[in-house]
């Protein structure tokens, strides 16, 4: 079954162009999708346009988890100012109707989980890039949703957080089977996380070419030194290098 | 303060400006009158009709050379500027009686004015500082019954215990046309307020510069009042109208025609000393009411607020 | 479909509105003089149309030129004391001053001062006075409002004073400046005509006048007839302010 | 050190600015009925300190109550009205009306509305009516300030119109409303002057009646005393409001 | 010559406690060094005691280099919103007093260099994540400073963009010589670009150790897959873990 996709869709802004597109992808439900490209082919876009956030000046959307079974971390952290980490993350269980008491609890307990035990009373102006940006994926996280889209979620994290936090998705995929989207600039981590990988070219980005990969998951210990893993970033890495040349 | 730099305007007349107490009116007509008849331009005036407000003060204007000439709406306005020293004379008083009224709904059970003891009474600031200080001399009145007027007469008809001010012409007229209601009105001078109305004030300044200018408008007002009263009107009303287009050839009719049967011009020491005429027995009636309300102190020079050097001639 | 029940729903609304006073009026026979009904509004509006347009082109003139006055003086005068904190703290209470004193109390004053052969001046530099301060408080609050982060850079790259004004604060402070504008058009507004109350007296063709005269003449109707005009004028006015604030954030914002 | 610069130096300035206004007073003669010295005003204001002082706590008491019905009306009204397009697009012509409404022109009207007997009501109304514009319009603009991208979660979490108004456009619109506030003071202030002025008679003890009295007995420094105290207790509300403002901010941005 | 140091510094904030330190580090004229370290253990912290902008609540901070010869890439990019790319770019030149046609073609040119050739007239909010880190690098870029900040500069990119402006900072660096203190999660970025790799440990962060790099700068082609890199990188990884475990 078909969670969400972009089929042929386009995005112009304004004067300036194109900026993505035509381009199409297709989640299946539960799968676990790594989308990958240089900077500024659309990758945000797309996610947005998945998301429902934006719509696009051609083609089509289509989109089967309802409203509040979608959960999305931006890029940027964007967190609400006024409120504290765990009522940044309680926030989307209340809007749901979660009593304030259990929504603080859960939020509590996913802030343990991506670290942040002891920042649970800090405002975001308070804390790092990085610890804002795990506030905002607990966030996402926490209402267990059908559809999660992440924009290089792990990007501001040094590498064993971001190891540890992407055991901890596939984890809690392992649980729930969520469909799952997410950005990333690290095709070790794309090709880690996913099980499908989507590369993109630059400029108005369109499909580089996408590459399955093979294995269990989650990752048995020891799989980044496998032949296989190393094969399959191999290919992605060249997916990348030859869009960017044929740009 | 841009005081009248050049006195003579290009006509080869002394200019004049004279400020009046409100929006042109039926009440202001000798003054329009001998504009429109030329009676000022005859004697080598160029006079400039200033209209006022509800929140114009004359004698700031007048203190501070904005103006040649102003008008005095009641004694009280003069004696305030001898109280503060400033140098400011009346010259002439064209009303004999002031025109401030009392008015109270006809069927409330008052006939004098000592009946509206203890009914709310509408007052503007103004006449809290004037009037009032002889209606709680004379008849005992106490302040809780003072309550705002603003020149609207809503609140009066909203309730009927209400009292309110007026001009002899205006509210009185208004009430009876616009709500259907013939309210009960006591003329404040025919209940012995002593104080004169409509009276010609002058700087200090302009007395000295041109004594001839002053007497010449006053000789000129005396005649345009008498003319605006008996004879023809029509280009002093039309010049009332241009001023203010929400006056009607109506209610400047009725004006004149209760400024004639109340005798306000006429009446009094005019009738002996022609119109415009003030006496000192008139203005120490008054200071003595005034100061006898401590509005003044005992020793005040009131004399220095007026002078009846320029008042014209007595008719023979 | 959705945008034509978006523009007219609110014409309905309105009209609803109207209908209940007019309907009350009538019903509870209402007396004119306390509370006129909207027919009898209109009807004065269209009998003076001609003399109410030109009296509310008067008074909208004057209410313009003291926006802009006002504008351009709290402007350069924030400018002026943002550059220094010892100037902020001592004008700061100079302009609240101005800002609670009501102008019928100085009206006498500045009429003096603007001389009698100049109502309009007089008028003019009152109603300024009326809508100073929200422009000045808006700028003041929203050259504060610089991204902080921004501020350090500037700092970092040796930025003066004048430079950290003109090109951070400045810029900064336009969200706030706009929503200050929006404020202080209907203060000029309103200022004007109570600036004609107090300093105009006769000689100056606006809408207090029509108001006042009509009420002294108990035409309350009349009266409602020039407030209406005024109202529409501030709408129109404000409706055009959040235009112009629309578009220019969007321009700030890049998008 | 130079915290102590700080805090002299705008009394300094202050200072020289009232020394220079006195010097010219004296040296240009310049009358007192045309502008008062303050030394002039400073004596008038001890002779008459108490009647001043319990002038000036009735209006200022009336102001406070005015500025929080204004505070509370504007908040609610804000409030509905962003809950819908269609009633935001019929009241925001209404609320501008209202704020371009001379009160002089409406005090006739309100004062029998608040009944003759209850002058202070009539002076709340109308000193609420003026305060009451800055507030609605900050909040108005505040709510729609809202970080895009935090609309677009709540959108996507599935929230209501008024779990998004009460979570998120209420709190983004602080800053816009507490500088709204910083208006409405003044404004409060000297609408509930100007009120006292319109519809307040005797029964009413306020500075505005300090004012008008001595205006019409001519003694202009004695008016002049009680517009300083007014503006003292402008610029305290004042310097008061931005406290806490600059506590409130800092709670909201948490630093 | 010192340009910049912290001694002993620690920074307290509020009732929150102690964020860092204590924690000291010395920048000589000229060199490259890497900040690594945990998120949150106060890599930015230390990076804006450097700038000056911020003081520490004990211990000194010193530095050589005056006003206008500091540059510091922030976190999030921080561009003023209402200027185009070009006009963020030259800010810096401009407000050192260059005309603003020379400042304008400047950047441009210093827009080309990060990639962003095209973008030159949008505006912040019209570009991308890492196209708008870009800008943040090509701003601090462009004024030739003494003493270079960089914090988490190429995070938000992709692989080949990110090694292709390491490059270019390096080829800048043998140009004028500037002092480089750049954050990095990325360990191999580390290496490849510094000349001394600073490590810190979690919560509030003290020095877990440093590693010096050897090899020339820039670095030859290939230098990565050396045994000394992988030596080198081995052993920060390790220093971060062994931090991370004393903590
Ligand atoms: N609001 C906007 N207006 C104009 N152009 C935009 C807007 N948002 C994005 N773009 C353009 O769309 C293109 C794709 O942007 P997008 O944010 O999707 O890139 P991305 O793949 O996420 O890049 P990155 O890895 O740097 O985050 C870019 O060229 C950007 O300039
Ligand atoms: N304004 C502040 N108020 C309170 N605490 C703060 C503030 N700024 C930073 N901190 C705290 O200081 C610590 C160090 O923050 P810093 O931003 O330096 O971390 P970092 O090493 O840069 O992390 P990251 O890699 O996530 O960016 C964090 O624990 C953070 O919560
Ligand atoms: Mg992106
Ligand atoms: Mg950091």
Redesign the pocket.
């Known amino acids: 079954m078909t969670i969400a996709s972009l089929k042929d869709v386009e995005v112009e802004y304004g004067k300036r162009g194109r900026a993505v597109g035509p381009f199409s992808l297709s989640l299946e439900a539960g799968e676990i999708v790594a989308l990958v490209g240089p900077s500024g082919c659309g990758k945000s876009t797309a996610l947005r346009l998945l998301a429902g956030l934006e719509g696009p000046t051609r083609g089509t959307v289509t989109r089967a988890a309802g409203r509040g079974e979608t959960s999305l971390v931006f890029q940027a952290p964007t967190l609400a100012p006024w409120l504290s980490a765990t009522d940044n993350v309680a926030l989307p269980l209340e809007l749901a109707g979660m009593a304030s008491k259990e929504a603080r609890d859960q939020a509590r307990a996913a802030l343990g989980r991506v670290g942040l035990a002891g920042?649970e009373a800090?405002r975001p102006?308070?804390?790092?890039?990085?610890?804002a940006m795990r506030v905002s994926l607990a966030r996402a996280l926490v209402t267990s949703p059908r559809l999660l889209l992440l924009d290089e979620p792990f990007a501001?994290?040094?590498e064993i957080t971001r190891r540890t936090l992407a055991d901890d998705v596939l984890a809690l995929w392992q649980e729930t089977r969520p469909t799952i989207l997410f950005v990333t600039h690290n095709v070790e981590e794309a090709v880690y996380m996913a099980q499908r990988v989507v590369a993109m070219t630059p400029g108005p980005g369109v499909l580089a070419g996408e590459r399955v990969v093979t294995g269990p998951l989650p990752r048995p210990h020891g799989f980044r030194t496998t032949e296989g893993f190393r094969a399959t970033a191999e290919q992605v890495s060249d997916l990348l290098a030859t869009g960017r040349a044929a740009a | 303060a841009p005081a009248a730099k050049k006195d003579k305007t290009p006509t080869g007349r002394t200019q004049l400006r004279f400020a009046t107490d409100w929006r042109a009116q039926g009440e202001h007509g000798g003054f329009y009158q001998a504009l429109a008849t030329g009676e000022y331009a005859k004697r080598g005036l160029d006079v400039q009709i200033i209209q006022g407000g509800p929140n114009v003060s004359i004698p700031t204007l007048l203190s501070n050379n904005a103006v040649e000439m102003g008008m005095g709406s009641n004694d009280f306005v003069v004696l305030n500027m001898a109280l503060e020293k400033r140098p400011v004379k009346t010259v002439a008083a064209f009303f004999q009686k002031d025109v401030q009224v009392l008015i109270a709904h006809p069927d409330v059970g008052i006939k004098t004015i000592a009946d509206m003891k203890g009914h709310p009474m509408l007052l503007s600031g103004e006449s809290r500082t004037g009037i009032w200080v002889w209606l709680k001399a004379k008849y005992g009145f106490t302040d809780d019954q003072l309550r705002p007027y603003n020149f609207s007469t809503g609140p009066f008809l909203a309730d009927k215990s209400v009292v309110q001010q007026g001009y002899l012409s205006s509210e009185p007229y208004t009430i009876e046309k616009e709500a259907g209601l013939k309210p009960a009105v006591f003329l404040l001078a025919d209940n012995g307020y002593p104080s004169y109305g409509t009276m010609a004030m002058a700087s200090q300044a302009f007395i000295d510069k041109s004594p001839d200018a002053v007497r010449a408008f006053v000789e000129a007002s005396a005649i345009g009042w008498k003319s605006y009263l008996h004879d023809d009107t029509k280009a002093a009303d039309a010049l009332i109208m241009k001023d203010n287009p929400e006056m009607t050839p109506d209610l400047l009719a009725h004006a004149r025609q209760l400024m004639r049967d109340y005798g306000i011009v006429e009446s009094g020491d005019a009738a002996k000393g022609g119109v415009g005429v003030m006496t000192d027995a008139r203005w120490e009636a008054f200071f003595q009411m005034a100061s006898g309300q401590g509005v003044y102190p005992k020793d005040l020079d009131y004399k220095a607020a007026y002078t009846l050097e320029f008042l014209p001639k007595a008719p023979a | 479909m959705r945008r034509i029940v978006d523009q007219v729903a609110p014409i309905l609304l309105l009209a609803l509105l109207i209908g209940g006073w007019e309907a009350a009026c009538r019903l509870m026979d209402i007396k004119p003089y306390f509370l006129p009904a909207p027919s009898a509004i209109w009807t004065e509006a269209i009998k003076d149309a001609p003399l109410l347009a030109l009296s509310a082109w008067g008074t909208l003139s004057r209410a313009f030129i003291a926006l802009v006055v006002a504008s351009l003086i709290s402007g350069l005068l924030a400018l002026a004391v943002s550059l220094s904190g010892i100037l902020e703290r001592a004008v700061r209470p100079l302009v609240v001053t101005l800002q609670v004193t009501p102008i019928i109390a100085i009206a006498p004053i500045v009429q003096i001062w603007a001389g009698v052969a100049h109502p309009e001046r007089a008028v003019i530099s009152l109603a300024a006075i009326v809508a100073f301060f929200p422009i000045f408080s808006g700028a003041l609050t929203g050259m504060k409002a610089a991204d902080p982060d921004l501020e350090r850079l500037f700092r970092l790259y040796g930025a003066s004073r004048w430079q950290t004004l003109t090109r951070l604060r400045i810029p900064s402070s336009i969200p706030f400046v706009l929503e200050g504008h929006k404020v202080a058009a209907g203060l000029a507004l309103v200022g004007a005509v109570i600036a004609e109350f107090a300093a105009a007296g006769g000689g100056v063709i606006g809408l207090a006048w029509r108001i006042q005269e009509s009420l002294f003449r108990l035409q309350v109707a009349k009266a409602f007839a020039a407030l209406l005009i005024l109202g529409i004028m501030g709408a129109a006015v404000y409706a055009l302010l959040g235009l112009a604030e629309r578009r220019i954030l969007a321009w700030w914002r890049g998008r």
Not at chain 1, 125 to 131: K, R
């Open positions: 920042a800090a102006a308070q804390l790092s890039g990085g610890m501001a994290l040094d």
